[in-house]
T-cell receptor, first 111, second 115 residues
Framework: GDSVTQMEGPVTLSEEAFLTINCTYT??????LFWYVQYPGEGLQLLLK?????DKGSNKGFEATYRKETTSFHLEKGSVQVSDSAVYFC??????????FGKGTSLLVTP | EAGVVQSPRYKIIEKKQPVAFWCNPI?????LYWYLQNLGQGPELLIR????????DSQLPKDRFSAERLKGVDSTLKIQPAELGDSAVYLC?????????????FGPGTRLLVL
């Protein structure tokens, strides 16, 4: 069945460092791909998404490109801030189905 | 625009007791989801509604879990009787439809602790 694999955390970075969180997927057909973020004490929020191959999703300085050839959707940010500390979830969705999430990657950014 | 509302936010019960969670989706959203999130894991689907019809409940443990979505708006998820292993966060989400790229909007969740 469909599945998402993302890098294990926790990831600890200093402020202004470059961030990459790897995400790969297995799916039949052509799913849509998402990154959701969960800040401490809050619910899941959509960070960005891409609905077809080669699409780039972006929001708040974060970017991810839908790579069909490598079945990947890696999340990147050029300069992280303390306020980016959260848990990040990669997910996929095929039409008519619910989101299929990875296990989440915890990010801690230190001043 | 109001987001997805869930209540209660926290619930502590003893095992074998019943418990119910309530969800009010974003106005106009036809599709409603209940997810279960265990500690350190991503959410997993329990049930999906299209309007008032449950179209995917294959992951719902039907011996103890039940759900309803009356009039295609609010939804209630019930556990009876609760077991220790049911301790988790129960998330409700809604979306306009169920197309592949449709964004799902999540509520804050109900954190359940079964003692």
């Amino acid at each position: 069945g469909d599945s998402v694999t993302q890098m294990e955390g926790p990831v600890t970075l200093s402020e202004e460092a470059f961030l990459t969180i790897n995400c790969t997927y297995t799916a039949t057909g052509y799913p849509s791909l998402f990154w959701y973020v969960q800040y401490p004490g809050e619910g899941l929020q959509l960070l960005l998404k891409a609905t077809k191959a080669d699409d780039k999703g972006s929001n708040k300085g974060f970017e991810a490109t839908y790579r069909k050839e490598t079945t990947s959707f890696h999340l990147e940010k050029g300069s992280v801030q303390v306020s980016d500390s959260a848990v990040y979830f990669c997910a996929l969705s095929a039409s008519g189905y619910a989101l299929n999430f990875g296990k989440g990657t915890s990010l801690l950014v230190t001043p | 625009e109001a987001g997805v509302v869930q209540s209660p936010r926290y619930k502590i019960i003893e095992k074998k007791q019943p418990v119910a969670f309530w969800c009010n989706p974003i106005s106009g959203h036809n599709t409603l989801y209940w997810y279960l999130q265990n500690l350190g894991q991503g959410p997993e689907l329990l049930i999906r509604y299209e309007n008032e019809e449950a179209v995917d409940d294959s992951q719902l443990p039907k011996d103890r879990f039940s759900a309803e979505r009356l009039k295609g708006v609010d939804s209630t998820l019930k556990i009876q009787p609760a077991e220790l292993g049911d301790s988790a966060v129960y998330l409700c989400a809604s979306s306009l439809g169920s197309a592949s790229g449709e964004t799902q909007y999540f509520g804050p969740g109900t954190r359940l602790l079964v003692l």
